[in-house]
């Protein structure tokens, strides 16, 4: 693919485009909870607001840590089951890094992108590429699929730690 057809474009995270969004991504989780029979607790409460308020990729450790300047008594497993709620809603999305690495960032209201990943120093960043988000709908309409969401996540060996002679095989 040429940079023309395969444009890579880093991503300001405070400037991603809110203004797209009709409604305000703790009334979509609010409303998810509601269709669920299930409630805004004080705790849930805490944990969305620290989490819209958090840019950028984060584990859920890094989450909680965050929310106990807060809430201090604030336990793990709830957020992990607050963090499957927002992703569940649509307000979260989850990238597995593997090796047990999860990270969370904001799906909602957020352009849609895929990421690189670097397996040594965990370095990840950010990209559009249309030549590749064009192939993947040929690629389902090919196999009879019509394409409801996906997430295209490479791995390998930045820059930097090849400069420092990592090897990249």
């Known amino acids: 693919m040429t940079s023309d057809m395969c444009r890579q474009r880093l991503f300001n995270l405070q400037q991603k485009g809110r203004s797209a969004m009709q409604k305000e991504p703790q009334t979509v989780f609010i409303e998810y909870l509601n269709k669920k029979g299930l409630n805004i607790t004080p705790q ?3 944990i969305v607001e620290t989490f819209l308020e958090t840019e950028g990729h984060f584990t ?3 989450l909680a840590e965050y929310v ?3 809430v201090p008594e604030i336990g793990m ?3 992990y ?3 499957k709620l927002l992703i569940d809603s649509g307000v979260a999305d989850c990238l597995d890094l593997g090796e047990n690495v999860s990270m969370y960032e904001h799906a909602y209201g957020h ?3 895929d990421h690189l990943v670097c397996t040594q120093c965990g370095k ?3 990209f559009v590429c249309d030549a590749l988000e064009r192939r993947q709908e040929v690629l389902a309409a090919n196999n009879g699929y019509t394409l409801t969401r996906h997430r ?5 060996i930045c820059s930097e730690c090849q400069e420092k002679g990592i090897p990249t095989a």
């Open 81 to 83: 089951r607050t963090l």
């Open 152 to 156: 295209v996540v490479l791995y390998g």
């Open 60 to 62: 859920a450790e890094q």
């Open 77 to 79: 497993s709830t957020v």
């Open 124 to 126: 990840r960043v950010e």
């Open 68 to 70: 106990r300047k807060r």
């Open 44 to 46: 849930r409460r805490a």
């Open 111 to 113: 352009n849609h992108h």
